[in-house]
């Protein structure tokens, strides 16, 4: 029977080189010279001496052979079909270097048999340790894929595999490639069960690492193991302390327990106590791991988790089941840079060389304690990364230390939260006041003349002031116009950003708190536009979105623009409780809605300058007013002028800086010869009447944006007229020519 389940593991686990690795390496026997004597001499006289040289049997599934020696166990690969019981406990110190038992090695040299075992290589029979232990096994396995008691084992047409109910104790198993203390690479119908793996043990490889199984591709359960995993060199991966990594298997009752995996490379993945990738796995059930460490000191790791490092399937109407597992007492140590990191699972998704896959699995019944230090991005106390999540049920969590919980979520939040926590009340509910009606007006002046100012500013002012969204907003706008609603909606008074939670205050006097995971950026308004001064715009833009770990009703899911109190001295967001719905700007229940807040500690400079922004970015340059060509001209700007650079220094001694606005508004700025800047111009008197000060615009017509400043006009000691702009980031002088 042919099967592309081993690419399917190779695939999602990324095991970069092991492949190239097999094929571009001459694949080597695992049984050594005198070995491969042994077995033509043994195999030639199989018929009529083969009984005496186990302790009894018939090699046969009612009639196993009997093993009581370690050199009886060492014949098993003189017949890699038969089928082997233990009667005694096994000591294997006497073998230096102990090689595995079946080996992988490609069915054949066809593209499509370079994945699959052949069956003369693996062992294909069955192993019944009867409840022995062997003890002191020690392998180093030259062999680039399959390292462990076993090496390669799998079920043929024949019949099933399977290896079971043994005890390993102290061993020390190192490869590359698929290590496994009791079998490096499990493949198909071969089921592992019934194996503890106890005492000190030491489990070392590249990828694909496992306590009791290295890879496996069919069921393993009632396991427990104690080991030390060391994970080497960069692109490490895969490792756990029952298995490194399965593919479309369950892993059930298991039980993993005062182990350690560590891993000192760069960009290294897929570790949990458990297993670290549990590939299309349908269910992990009923399984605990307790007092474990896992270690990722080196840069850009990713997919850590308690129990696992990533799983799940593509199919979110069957995803994968984490049922019954408990987390007790585990410490994740990861670098500032690892991302996806979690106390139960690190993410769901498979990461290739062109795209990331999400996968969705499906926890219940589950609980987890204990402590993540450091990490990056996408770290949680249950979940990672749960952008793949259909549900979470999880009782407790691990402890989050080092970064704060919002630097650890990305995106827009921790900025938002802020270092101590950030309370923003409406925005327009502060600012849409008579109090601050005259600094709206001064911008809007300046841009469509001192008359239309009131009008304008009205006009602005009620277009973000609706009372009207979702589906009632769509059907008064549907003859083209629009507002938009901008304040809190569902009772909502303020939001407190804090950490990864947010507390909403009602407007009813009581409060309730939610904790968010980030579950990446999304776009809202995709595929919608709306007609603006003349010309047809999308809608679209991009939100990072938190989904609230538990049920939040309407605050289920919060989507923040990039804004910033920092950048732009307010918010923007939405809140909901469907995921879908409020990624629709003008349909649906949350059209022509986009809340926006403002720090409820801003300062008066602070709300100047968030009227300015609101006001420059929804002004008309496509032409100058008559009214506000006028002012430009009576105020004075109109003509040539040069900057004054005397005060800043030898270093621009030599530049010429000179500026032009013409009597259409019209500017250019010119450096030694070479235009630097092309924008429209705009002024307005904004104070007392005549004093040579007030508010000056210039919006630029190559970066398509306006800034203001303050100016003043006045006469030197030389009689010239002299032009002095006062901006962020510094103040020139320009004298008339």
Request: hydrophobic share 40%.
């Amino acid at each position: 029977m042919k099967t592309n389940a081993l690419s399917l593991l190779l695939a999602a686990l990324l095991l970069l080189g092991a492949l190239s690795g097999c094929k571009e390496t001459e694949v080597k026997t695992t049984t050594s010279p005198e070995t491969r004597e042994s077995m033509t001499d043994t195999t030639a006289a199989k018929d009529t001496a083969a009984v005496s040289l186990f302790a009894g049997g018939a090699g046969t599934e009612a009639e196993p052979w009997q093993i009581a020696t370690a050199e009886q166990l060492d014949l098993i690969r003189n017949d890699l079909t038969a089928h082997y019981v233990l009667t005694a406990d096994i000591d294997l110190s006497g073998f230096e270097n102990w090689v595995p038992i079946g080996a992988f090695q490609p069915l054949s040299d066809a593209p499509e048999d370079a994945e699959i075992p052949h069956p003369d290589y693996a062992f294909t029979g069955s192993f019944d340790g009867a409840g022995h232990t062997i003890s002191n096994l020690k392998s180093s396995c030259e062999a680039p894929m399959g390292a462990g008691l076993f090496g390669c084992a799998f079920g043929t047409e024949n019949g099933a595999a399977q290896i079971a109910h043994f005890t390993l104790k102290n061993i020390d198993v190192s490869g590359r490639y698929l290590v496994g203390g009791a079998v490096g690479l499990q493949f198909t119908n071969c089921p592992v069960f019934d194996i503890h793996l106890v005492g000190e043990n030491r489990l070392t490889g590249m990828q694909g690492i496992g306590g009791i199984v290295g890879t496996g591709f069919d069921l393993i359960s009632d396991c427990t193991a104690t080991a030390d995993i060391t994970v080497l060199g960069d692109d490490g991966a895969c490792a756990g302390l029952i298995a490194g990594g399965t593919t479309m298997s369950s892993i059930q009752n298991c039980e993993a327990k005062d182990g350690s995996i560590t891993a000192t490379g760069n960009a290294t993945w897929g570790f949990g106590a458990l297993c670290g990738a549990p590939w299309g796995a349908p269910e992990i059930k009923d399984c605990k791991v307790s007092g474990t460490v896992i270690t990722a000191s080196g840069e850009n790791n990713r997919l850590i988790g308690g129990l696992v490092g990533f799983g799940g399937t593509y199919d979110s109407t069957a995803p994968a089941q984490i049922t019954g597992c408990t987390v007790e007492a585990v410490t994740i140590n990861a670098s500032e840079t690892t991302d996806s990191v979690g106390g139960l699972i690190g993410a769901g998704k498979e990461m290739t060389e062109g795209s990331e896959l999400m996968s969705s699995f499906m926890v219940s019944g589950c609980s987890v304690s204990g402590s993540i230090i450091g990490g990056g991005v996408h770290i949680g106390a249950i979940v990672g990364d749960p952008a793949c999540a259909v549900s979470v049920d999880c009782a407790g969590g691990m402890t989050l230390s080092a970064a704060s919980s919002a630097e650890r979520l990305g995106g827009v939040f921790p900025a938002i939260a802020g270092e101590n926590g950030t309370t923003y009340v409406s925005l327009f509910g502060e600012i849409i006041s008579d109090r601050w009606t005259p600094i709206w007006q001064d911008y809007i002046a300046a841009i469509v003349g001192e008359d239309s100012a009131p009008d304008m500013t009205a006009g602005l002012q009620g277009s973000i002031s609706s009372e009207l969204y979702g589906e009632a907003a769509v059907d008064a706008f549907a003859d083209g116009s629009y507002a938009f609603d901008c304040d809190f909606i569902n009772g909502a008074q303020s939001f407190t950003f804090r950490d990864d939670s947010v507390t909403i205050l009602r407007t009813d006097g009581g409060s309730e708190t939610h904790t968010y995971e980030y579950l990446g950026q999304y776009y809202v308004g995709e595929n919608e536009t709306m007609q603006y001064q003349g010309a047809e715009i999308s809608m679209a833009f991009p939100v990072d979105v938190y989904k609230s770990t538990d049920d939040a009703g309407e605050f289920n899911y919060f989507f923040l623009r990039e804004d910033t109190m920092e950048e732009t001295y307010h918010i923007e967001f939405r809140y909901g409780k469907d995921l879908e719905e409020l990624q629709g700007y003008l349909v649906g229940p949350y059209a022509y809605w986009l809340a926006a807040g403002i720090d409820e500690a801003a300062d008066e400079e602070t709300i100047n300058r968030v009227i300015a922004l609101f006001c420059l970015e929804n002004m008309d340059y496509s032409a100058h007013s008559e009214a506000a060509l006028r002012q430009l001209a009576e105020l004075g700007f109109v003509g040539d002028w040069k900057a004054d650079l005397s005060s800043f220094g030898e270093d621009y001694a030599s530049v010429d800086l000179r500026m032009s606005i013409d009597e259409n508004g019209h500017g250019v700025t010119m450096m030694n010869g070479t235009q630097t800047a092309d924008f429209e111009a705009y002024a307005v008197d904004n104070g007392e009447k005549g004093d040579g000060a007030g508010l000056y615009v210039a919006y630029s017509n190559q970066e398509y944006e306006a800034e203001a400043a303050p100016y003043t006009i006045s006469v030197n000691d030389d009689g010239q007229t002299v032009l002095t702009l006062i901006a962020d980031d510094g103040t020139i002088c320009w004298v008339r020519q």
